[in-house]
């Protein structure tokens, strides 16, 4: 069975400040981790995926396979990063590329 | 272009009640997925179809969640005889293909189903 796992429910920072959104996960086979974004009012978007290796919007996640990890950072929160943060794996192989996410986590940024 | 759209957007049935969620994918899509989403938890996977084959419905709750995709478009998700606990944002997402390794998946706005 696949899970993940996040945490902590809110972050709640100040504009500049370091940001860590922690996630876990399980799983047995070769995952493809993702981050999902949620803005207020606006649908569930891709934010990036530990396979392109991309930073997007300042953040950017390390798969670590040892501690089955895959926490998103960001070195300088600006406001426009509020919104909800939810973290999802699939498997890598297979045609069925199913996500499970976690409960995800409420980011604030304070001006 | 136009992304994913569902409707209703919103939805509020009696116990009991028959519900049909609909689901426009962007065109040319193959994969098409169903999520459901309760209050402070994330999206949790119901059913997926490639083209018009239901390939996976492990997610589905119970019987009384039908989903269907005729022509390979556009995609139904039925409820029947609804209960308070089938209150929730059910999400529609789709991919390009089905290929390993993953196109992204876009998400519709969702459909919240409150049931009284």
């Known amino acids: 069975a696949q899970r993940v796992t996040q945490p902590e429910k809110l972050l709640s920072v100040f504009k500049g400040a370091p940001v860590e959104l922690k996630c876990n996960y399980s799983?047995?086979?070769?995952?493809?981790l993702f981050w999902y974004v949620q803005y207020s009012r606006q649908r569930l978007q891709l934010l990036l995926r530990?396979?392109s290796r991309e930073s997007i919007k300042g953040f950017t996640a390390d798969l670590n396979k040892g501690e089955t990890s895959f926490h998103l950072k960001k070195p300088f929160a600006q406001e426009e990063d509020s919104a909800m943060y939810y973290c999802a794996l699939a498997p890598y192989t297979g045609a069925n590329s199913k996500l499970t996410f976690g409960k995800g986590i409420t980011l604030s940024v304070r001006p | 272009g136009a992304g994913v759209s569902q409707s209703p957007r919103y939805k509020v049935a009696k116990r009991g009640q028959d519900v049909a969620l609909r689901c426009d994918p962007i065109s040319g899509h193959v994969s098409l997925f169903w999520y459901q989403q309760a209050l402070g938890q994330g999206p949790e996977f119901l059913t997926y179809?490639?083209?018009?084959?239901?390939?996976?419905k492990s997610g589905l709750p119970s019987d009384r969640f039908f989903a269907e995709r005729p022509e390979g478009s556009v995609s139904t998700l039925k409820i029947q005889r609804t209960q308070q606990e089938d209150s929730a944002v059910y999400l529609c997402?789709?991919?390009?293909?089905?290929?390993?390794?993953?196109?992204?998946?876009?998400f519709g706005p969702g459909t919240r189903l409150t049931v009284l």
């Open positions: 179809f490639q083209n018009e084959a239901q390939l996976d």
């Open positions: 997402a789709s991919s390009l293909s089905f290929s390993p390794g993953m196109d992204e998946q876009f």
């Open positions: 799983y047995s086979g070769s995952p493809e």
């Open positions: 530990h396979i």
